[in-house]
DNA sequence: TACCGCGTCGGCGAAGTATC
DNA sequence: GATACTTCGCCGACGCGGTA
C-alpha cells in the first residue's frame, strides 16, 4: 500500500517535472520574481526563539529584527513564498500606478485565505488538532496566517562594504517592511477566519522601493517543485542570480555557505559543516532534477553545480538564467563576458 | 583530525478522509 | 464543496561509527 502511494507520489512527480521542461516559463504563465538583495540573505529555517537573525554575505549583511512582542521571527518555506508573492505584486503595482500615488504601496492579499493560498503554490488545509503526546498541531492556513504576521512585522537592516574606484564605502540601510498590516477575518465564516474580507498591508516606502529595484525573474513553476524545502528554496533563487553574473567558475566554502543560507547550525564546527553539506547535497540533487542545466557536464566531467568532496563547498559554473528573456531561445549558451 | 554514511528524532508540510 | 481531523513523509538537526 505505501509503496503504491510511493510510486504514484513519484509518477506524479515525474509528470510535473516533465511538464516545467517541455513548456517554457511563459507557457506555463509562471514567472515571478525575488528581490537580487534579499536572495543574499534568508530567513531562517527554523523557529529560533530569537528576536533577531542576521545572515552574512560577502560585504554584505542582513539583519532583520522582530518587532511584535507577540510574534517572533518568520521561519521555514512561507515567508519564502510569501517574500516572492509580495515582490511580484510591487513589480505589478510598480508598473500600473503613477509613481507619486501612494496606493501602489497598498497590497491586497484578496477575499479569501484559500485564494491567496493557492496563489503561494500551497493548498489550503483549516483547522488545528491534539496529536497523541498532548501537543497542538496547526494546519497549514494558520501556520501561514502566523508567518504573514511575522514577515510584516519585521525591521531589515543591511550593512554593506564594498570598494568603488579608490574609495571603501560603507552603507547602512534600516527600514521598517510595513507601514500598516490590516487583517481583517470574517467572524461568521468558520472556525479559524477562513476570510481575508480585503486583508491588506501597506508597505513602507523605503521598502516598496527596496522590493521594486533590480527586482530578479524566477520561475514559479520550480518553486513549487522546490516548496518543501526551505534549503532547495534558498539554492534556487541564489543561484538564479548568482550564476547568471558570474564570469567564470567559482567555489563558495562551506562557512560561507552557512552564513548565508537560513541554517542556525555553526559554521567553526566541523560536524555542523558536515551536517550544513549533507542537506545541501540533497538541495543539489533536486536542482539537478528541477533545473537540468545545473547538472549539465562539461568536457572535463565536472557538472555544473556540484558538491565538492571533503567539504571544499560549492562548486558552481556560469548558467542561462532560470527565467530566459523573453525573445531568447531556452537553448541559448551563457553569453560571453569580460 | 576531518569527512562520510547512516539511523533516529522532533518539527513542518502535504495529503487522505470524515463530517457538515 | 468547504471545513476539520488524522496520518504520513520529508526536512533539518543530532549522534555515532567507519574511513582516509
Redesign the pocket.
Known sequence: M?DK??E??EL?DAAEVARLQELSVYERDDMGFANSKLIQATFP???TGERQWTSTNGGMSVTITALSRKHGLP????PRLLMIWLTGKVVENAHSFDPEDPARRKIFFGN?L?TFMEEL?????????????G?V?E??SM?LAEQIRRVFNLNINIESLYELEDKAVESYTNTLISQNLELYWDKH????Q??LLDSYVVLSEEFFDFLKSRPVPVDLGVLRKL??????LDLYVWLTHRAFYARRPFIVP?PALMEQF????DPDD??????????M???VK?MHKVWPETSEELKTGEKKLEVL????GLRVFPMNPSVPPKKSSRTKKPRRRG
Request: no cysteine.
Open positions: 505505501a502511494k510511493r504514484l507520489r506524479k529555517y527554523r523557529d521561519y521555514g518555506t512561507y479569501h484559500s503554490g500551497i493548498e489550503a488545509r483549516y483547522g488545528s488538532h491534539t496529536d497523541f503526546k501537543n498541531v494546519s497549514n501556520r465564516s468558520s472556525p479559524d477562513y476570510s516548496k518543501s524545502s526551505a534549503m532547495a562551506v537560513g541554517t542556525s547550525l566541523s560536524g555542523d559543516r558536515r551536517i550544513f553539506m549533507k542537506n547535497r540533497k538541495a533536486k568532496p571533503r567539504g571544499k
